[in-house]
């Protein structure tokens, strides 16, 4: 392989790998806190949308990641609302976020179609981005691939260097006793659902503004599915919810290269559009299959709705 | 042992519960409730399981709020509306069942706990400090899954004691310690008192509230029976106020020589892939016909793991470990299992004993099918099965709406008689039971203890695996101990003292310490009658 091919490929897995990475972080804060949130495909089609319509209305692609988030924070909070304050089942209220999601996406979205934004200019890191082999693909990237470096090392610190976090992941584990010492479980699963929301709503922004700068109706594609899966299977741990991520962003863009190439293949194209998502699954489940550390990274209370005594 | 002292009765009361009234949509858990604790008093809250003593507790603690009546905390009315500000006002609480994070380490629990944003090193040092100050030695940095039941307790008291509480409540704190454990506890206790603190002592232990309490008020049925001074009461005349009678007295009966061996763990070695669990090593173990034999152990020592590998639960990979009547049976499944005529009780009666939301018939259905022939030609017999619950109600006076109540509708201690009833009708000619009378009141405990020596008395082989050494010792022939997943040969229980058992539960017996393994049951002494 050549090396313009290899920084083209690295470049394109980062960007693939990135709104993953961005929604993921978000569900593994929300279900450290105990909150499974299966609506995430519906929050990131209604960030997709809400970011879009903002953005070709006024030209600005911030405002429009602003709107994104927000517009994916509204429908957390409805889930918040359904599951923590009125202890509907965390599951189904998740599974029809994301058909409510996608669906009202759809409908918002009908007039967006067919108009494509102007590309966002990447931003060039002055000095590392000359660097060879590697320089190009990642120092010369969208703002928004910076942002979710930054957010894996503040979702890291946060959960396992500060309070707050640690108070979180108490919740997670067990809120009886979270809230017998006196932490107040709902609210803090309510702010952990409105950041995950909120994650999952830049994550639907960086596909409709950066990735391809244009509406389609189901645009996510099972990204949000893809995310939740990388939570469980990096057994709740941000490192690996990065690599597979990434891991994810390669494979799929490999198989498209070889797609692309009009190689002669011997089996059915579907068999590589498929490939991203299986290989991902294996690998995680395979580096993440010690007892121990499962038992130790994931949060027992996970989808247990809670209510205090009294 | 010295006998507590009364502090001065001139000090002014630290706290006041005046008609204190909680009531639960099925049931009035605190009908006029009143207390008082004065600055270094340790007062007993006595009563059965049920009393409402846990309730008052949590409502002192802000964790629930009563219905109707007043709270003074040093000479101010107050309404405690959380947890955390029971803690601002300087009560701490020591819970039963641990509000521990497992996942954490012992100074990230701590520091859940405390206000603000304490630095996790200095944190740690102050730990050791409280710990050393006050004979609890803890480690801060380790897992709180790592730790054994009494160095929970440990972190839970010193968590509490980090924010120097004027009034530390302490819910039976001893259930989970052995008997040498308790004694330090108490020396703790009466250190705090002693410096001013006062202190609740929730417990139905009739002698640990005369060694330590000062006061006491007793609960029965949500209402104040009484109050007393313990040092100038008996454990019977506490048990009257308690109980409202006298306390029950079980009827031993001669022990028949040793019979048949019914149940044989020859070399017992299970590894569980669970880091929380406890492998069992090497356990040798006859249980004869006619004998009751007891394990005796801290818990999480490997009873659960022990019973699993006994039931059938955990099928083992080879088959001589487990011999049920003879036959090598480590590989069945629980099913085949009974049919050999093994009946079995486990500790959880909810979820595991029985299931909650099936009826008392459809629950007997669940392990007398086959003994007791519901099924014929494929189709369940109902009215048999009816029947037969009919029968276990009857024949152990469990007080409930008849067969087709809800299992959960009844009492734990009324839904473990049904349970106790459903084995033992089943005529087993092996009975293996874990935690027979664990929240069970008084009188249903005893009713239990005396069906089990009557099943003894009737031939056949009991192995009870309880954390109540006072239990075994009242129905046991020979009692022996489990530690860290080893099993100490059994000792007949007439020639072995509390205090000798109490040793071994650290896993200090004879011989367990040399890796050698033990000398066959088959050599023992064959049991004297208790």
Known sequence: MDASLFSSMLFATVVAGTPLIIVALGLLVSEKAGVLNLGAEGMMAMGAVAAFAVTHHSGNPWLGVLAGMFAAMAVALIFGFLTLTLQANQVAAGLALSIFGVGLSAFIGKPFESIALPAVPAIRIPFIADLPLIGEALYNQQALVYLSWALFWAVVWFLYRSRAGLVLRAVGESPASAHAIGHPVIRIRYLAVLFGGAMAGIGGAFLSVFYTPMWVEGMVAGRGWIALALVVFATWRPLRVMIGAYLFGGVMITQLFIQGSGMQLDFPAQFLSSLPYWATIIVLVVISRNVNTIRLNSPVSLGKPYRAEG | ?530
Request: aromatic share 4%; net charge neutral; proline share 6%.
């Open chain 2, 1 to 530: 042992m010295t006998q507590p002292i009364p502090p001065a009765a001139s000090t002014p009361p630290r706290l006041v519960l005046k008609d204190i009234r909680k009531v639960y949509p099925s049931v009035v858990a605190n009908d006029g409730v009143n207390l008082e604790v004065t600055p270094g008093e340790i007062h007993a809250v006595l009563g059965e399981n049920g009393a409402g003593k846990s309730t008052l507790m949590k409502i002192i603690y802000g964790v629930t709020r009563p219905s109707s009546g007043e709270m003074h905390w040093e000479g101010k009315a107050v309404t405690v509306d959380s947890p955390a500000h029971a803690r601002e006002l300087g009560i701490g609480m020591v819970f039963q069942h641990f509000s521990l994070f497992e996942t954490l380490t012992v100074v990230e629990n701590v520091a859940l706990a405390l206000p603000g944003k304490p630095d996790l090193g200095e944190l740690a040092q102050r730990i050791e400090e409280v710990s050393k100050r006050y004979g609890l030695p803890v480690d801060p940095r380790r897992h709180v899954h790592a730790l054994s039941v009494g160095e929970r307790q440990r972190v839970e008291i010193v968590r509490c004691l980090l924010q120097n509480p004027r009034l530390l409540i302490m819910d039976e704190p001893t259930s989970v310690l052995t008997p040498q454990a308790v004694r330090k506890l108490f020396e703790t206790l009466r250190q705090l008192a002693a410096e001013g603190c006062s202190i609740l002592y929730i417990s139905h232990k009739l002698d640990e509230i005369q060694a330590l309490c000062h006061t006491a008020t007793v609960l029965r049925g949500g209402r104040v029976t009484g109050h007393c001074q313990p040092a100038e009461e008996t454990p019977a005349s506490m048990a009257r106020l308690m109980i409202g009678k006298d306390l029950p007295v079980c009827e031993h009966g001669s022990s028949h020589s040793a019979g048949e061996i019914r149940l044989r763990l020859a070399g017992l070695s299970h590894a569980t892939a669970d880091p929380f669990a406890t492998d069992l090593r090497d356990i040798h173990l006859d249980v004869h016909a006619g004998e009751i034999v007891g394990i005796a152990g801290v818990s999480g020592n490997g009873q659960q793991e022990l019973l699993r590998a006994i039931s059938g639960e955990e099928p083992l990979a080879e088959k001589f470990p487990v011999q049920i009547l003879g036959v090598e049976s480590g590989r069945m499944n629980p099913g085949q299992r009974r049919k050999l005529g093994m009946c079995f009780v486990p500790e959880e009666r909810l979820g595991r004993g029985a299931v909650p939301g099936m009826s008392l018939a459809d629950n007997a259905i669940l392990t007398a099918a086959k003994s007791q022939h519901f099924v014929s030609g494929g189709f369940l017999a109902f009215w048999r099965a009816r029947a037969f619950a009919e029968n276990c109600i009857q024949a152990f006076s469990v007080k409930c709406g008849g067969a087709s109540a809800a299992a959960k509708s009844l009492s734990g201690g009324n839904l473990q008689k049904f349970i106790m009833g459903r084995e033992i009708l089943q005529a087993p000619k092996l009975l293996v039971c874990a935690q027979p009378t664990w929240g069970v009141d008084v009188g249903a405990a005893a009713f239990i203890r005396q069906s089990l020596i009557d099943l003894r008395n009737r031939g056949c082989a009991v192995l009870v695996i309880s954390e109540e050494l006072d239990e075994l010792f009242e129905i046991c022939d020979r009692i022996a101990v489990i530690a860290k997943g080893r099993l100490s040969p059994p000792r007949p229980a007439a020639e072995t003292t509390v205090e000798d058992i109490g040793v071994w539960m650290s896993g200090l017996w004879p011989g367990s310490e040399l890796g050698e393994p033990h000398a066959t049951p088959s050599a023992e002494v064959s049991h004297a009658p208790a």
